[in-house]
């Protein structure tokens, strides 16, 4: 026996003479949105995501992850692009990055991007990080953001180590060869993790293109969950305030009233309201 | 903050002995790690027998021992009730819920295992070494050393070219022919070693064996030395400087038909005396950097090739 809840006085018809440009305009940007609002709550939960309350003495400090999600989305989609004509096998990986250097049109800088990039992506990790530790911002109730962190931090630089070896060459394969044995150095599983990260005794063709598959669908779709979640925290807890700010870190995010949907309020007939 | 009185003290555990227990059997089995394998195996069992105990009590203190109330009656056998209290006892959700749970986990399980052995197993499995054959033992005259490059797959291609230092050392005391032959493999962390002092890239000879382009050059060394992190080894492998934590790898050997073949690898502790009197001992292969001997050795108690 559900209470139907009442209906929204209707709303009376806007006198023509009113109706200036601009609000067509508003009304035609709207009406998608609200199509797709009603439908999904999409709009409303985009709204949420950006819109957050955010301590008023953050800095910029504060825009280093920002700034590393941004790194870690240029090595997503310059990545793409090069796997496009990379080919990871023993005998065409390294013709086939100098066909991409050399011959593709602009090849030469979306390799430069995902090159340089990769390093700017681990700089910007451990600067966020510091950020974050200097700044106590790991602290109750964010532990388990720290943790994640950590995870992305591992993850991106095993990005590197197997990036590493694809472009096949001699710097490439002894480089592989020395960051291979160290693993193998580890105490009990040592030398089984190396013989596997191997794919043998020796390396060959199929380290390569195991390499190649843990460089970019494992890792990478690793990383995408992970920053998924670290962002998921973010959003839940807020931004921290820096350590001399007068305002409590941690607060409890401040919502005054059960929250409607985004930009509309959807009602029964499809008519909206504002 | 003032404490909450009795319902602050009643989250406190009573005071215990076994933790102290699970702490001793932890150190026991960190301090056997590095000494003795039975101290290892001890301290294991103590932790976890003491760890059992103490979350045992940990977990009867958690749960709140409820007094059946006083005077209410043993529960009836299955006849006695009725088919409502049976549903309830046996509520047909929860056999639902254990039983996708629970087929989940084996088409799960079906599906995944095969998928990580076919992940994992090639790695260890399939890989003979098959042998290298250095063509005719005249490419290697008595006392000098002799550098070969080969390709251990040629399939591969250059990336399987490995180098062997090789020095025929006459016959030995049984009349055996006596080889010195090390391989290039730096054992600090698997990066090419290379012999310090002349070589003699005129008289390099090109050997036509199954291995494409074995080449054999003649070099002078005084010592072999590594250009990664400046390993050095004297001319019979002994680790004279640097980060090495052994003598260099060795290859087993065979004459086959007048031919030199190089015949598995195997690692070495340390080399006493020179040539054919060399005293050493041999250990299994091992990777770069794990100690064969001492207590370090405890650290690398299984090997790839353990398990083929």
New interface residues.
């Given amino acids: 026996m559900l209470e139907t809840p009442p209906r929204h006085p209707p709303v009376p018809p806007p006198s023509r003479k009113k109706t200036r440009l601009t609000d067509k305009v508003i009304a035609l940007v709207n009406i998608p949105l609200d199509w797709l609002e009603e439908r999904s709550g999409l709009v409303g939960g985009v709204k949420y995501f950006l819109f957050r309350k955010v301590p008023s003495d953050i800095n910029w400090f504060h825009t280093l992850g920002s700034a590393t999600l941004t790194a870690f989305l240029v090595q997503a989609g310059t990545g793409v692009i090069l796997a496009m004509y990379y080919q990871p096998s ?2 065409e990986a390294y013709e086939s990055i100098r066909h991409i250097t050399d011959e593709v049109t602009l090849g030469w800088l979306v390799r430069g991007m995902h090159r340089w990039g990769a390093s700017v992506f681990i700089i910007l990790m451990f600067f966020h990080m510091a950020r974050v530790f200097l700044f106590g911002a790991y602290k109750y109730p964010r532990e388990l953001n720290w943790i994640i962190g950590i995870l992305l931090l591992v993850s991106g630089m095993l990005e590197g180590f197997t990036g590493y070896l694809l472009p096949w060459d001699q710097t490439a ?2 480089a592989t ?2 960051g ?3 693993n ?2 580890g ?2 599983v ?3 993790l ?3 990260l ?9 380290t390569l293109t195991r390499f190649y598959a843990i460089h970019m669908l494992l890792l990478p779709g690793a990383i995408f969950a992970l920053i998924g979640l670290h962002l998921y925290l973010v959003v839940r807890l807020g931004v921290s305030s820096p350590p001399w700010s007068p305002e409590a870190a941690g607060r409890d995010r401040y919502e005054p009233e059960p929250r409607g949907p985004g930009l509309v309020r959807p009602t029964a007939r499809g008519r909206v309201a504002r | 903050m003032e404490p909450q009185g009795e319902e602050h003290n009643a989250h406190h555990p009573s005071p215990s002995i076994w933790p102290i227990g699970f702490a001793v059997g932890v150190a026991c089995l960190l301090v056997g790690v590095i000494v003795s394998r039975p101290a290892t195996i001890a301290g294991a069992v103590i932790a976890v027998v003491f760890g059992f105990l103490w979350a045992r009590d940990a977990m009867a203190a958690a749960r709140h021992p409820t007094e059946p109330p006083v005077g209410s009656e043993p529960l009836p056998v299955d006849g006695e009730l009725e088919d409502e209290e049976i549903a309830n006892r046996y509520p047909r959700n929860k056999f639902l819920e254990l039983t996708t749970l629970g087929l989940g986990g084996v088409i799960t399980g079906i599906v995944a295992l095969p998928v990580i052995g076919f992940a994992v197993l090639p790695a260890f499995t399939n890989q003979e070494y098959e042998g290298v054959d250095l063509g005719p033992t005249d490419n290697f005259p008595e006392n000098e050393w002799r550098e070969a490059t080969f390709l251990l797959e040629p399939a591969q291609g250059e990336v399987s070219r490995r180098t062997a230092f090789v020095r025929y050392n006459g016959q030995g005391e049984d009349d055996l022919p006596s080889y010195t032959i090390i391989s290039n493999r730096c054992v600090h962390l698997g990066c090419p070693v290379q012999a310090s002092g002349p070589r003699n890239d005129d008289e390099a000879k090109t050997v036509k064996t199954e291995q494409a382009e074995l080449r054999v050059t003649p070099i002078l060394p005084a010592n072999y030395s590594c250009p990664c992190h400046g390993g050095a080894y004297d001319t019979e492998g002994n680790r004279i400087a640097g980060p090495p934590v052994r003598a260099m790898d060795r290859y087993k050997f065979g004459i086959i038909d007048g031919h030199l073949h190089l015949l598995e690898p195997y690692s070495v502790g340390s080399v006493e005396g020179e040539g054919a009197d060399a005293k050493l001992t041999a250990y299994g292969l091992q990777g770069p950097g794990e100690h064969v001997d001492g207590l370090e050795a405890w650290l690398y108690p299984i090997q790839p090739q353990d398990l083929r």
């Fill in positions: 023993p005998d394969y002894w060869v020395v291979i044995n160290l193998g150095t105490p009990f040592g030398p089984l190396a013989q596997f191997r794919g043998g005794d020796e390396i060959t063709g199929e």
